[in-house]
T-cell receptor, first 114, second 114 residues
Framework: AQKVTQAQTEISVVEKEDVTLDCVYE???????LFWYKQPPSGELVFLIR??????QNEISGRYSWNFQKSTSSFNFTITASQVVDSAVYFC???????????FGQGTILTVHP | DTAVSQTPKYLVTQMGNDKSIKCEQN?????MYWYKQDSKKFLKIMFS???????INETVPNRFSPKSPDKAHLNLHINSLELGDSAVYFC?????????????FGPGTRLLVL
């Protein structure tokens, strides 16, 4: 069965600090997809990135970067020079070969202080 | 303009009542979902429909009944509401039910059962 673990329940940083959110997954699927979503205080779920299991290239998008390491079953998310607007709950999720089933981690609450 | 919309945004009701939440997507997607987010922010899939057919039913009490009148709509009806049903319910949609596509979420419906 799939499982996604986000061991950091809450992280608090000061603006301009870099912060890394950890995500570790368990899967029996050989082909799978990993996602990150952001849930700001307003409550909606915002898609950030999707990665497939056969593409281990790291990705950068502005201040966001993702490090996918199949050997350690991890898909970590780094925010560089954090800003107050980055304060949110961040969810890592896994999708295997089962129909439509996204399995979410517990979420990490990130608070960025001015 | 909105991609995935839900009504109502807030729902406060008494135990024992029956209520419905509506979801519509204008993305032309074939697959729609209902997720439940509990008070600890944990997100879990409840149902998924592909082309109006039920493909996922995740051991949800049968007081919950989804209905998909067409591909663009997926409604959730809840009978005999209980205190434990209080949660945020998210609707989502995707092109199909594979992991290679992204699920896009609606704004959520905050249900409070008194």
């Amino acid at each position: 069965a799939q499982k996604v673990t986000q061991a950091q329940t809450e992280i608090s940083v000061v603006e301009k600090e870099d912060v890394t959110l950890d995500c570790v997954y368990e899967t029996r699927d050989t082909t799978y997809y990993l996602f990150w979503y952001k849930q700001p205080p307003s409550g909606e779920l915002v898609f950030l990135i999707r990665r497939n299991s056969f593409d281990e290239q790291n990705e950068i998008s502005g201040r966001y970067s993702w490090n996918f390491q199949k050997s350690t079953s991890s898909f970590n998310f780094t925010i560089t020079a954090s800003q107050v607007v980055d304060s949110a709950v961040y969810f890592c999720a896994h999708h295997g070969t089962s129909y439509g089933k996204l399995t979410f981690g517990q979420g990490t609450i990130l608070t960025v202080h001015p | 303009d909105t991609a995935v919309s839900q009504t109502p945004k807030y729902l406060v009701t008494q135990m024992g009542n029956d209520k419905s939440i509506k979801c519509e997507q204008n993305l032309g997607h074939d697959t729609m979902y209902w997720y439940k987010q509990d008070s600890k922010k944990f997100l879990k899939i409840m149902f998924s429909y592909n082309n109006k057919e039920l493909i996922i039913n995740e051991t949800v009490p049968n007081r919950f009944s989804p209905k998909s009148p067409d591909k663009a709509h997926l409604n959730l009806h809840i009978n005999s509401l209980e205190l434990g049903d209080s949660a945020v319910y998210f609707c989502a949609s995707s092109l199909d039910y594979g992991g290679r596509v992204t699920q896009y979420f609606g704004p959520g419906t905050r249900l409070l059962v008194l």
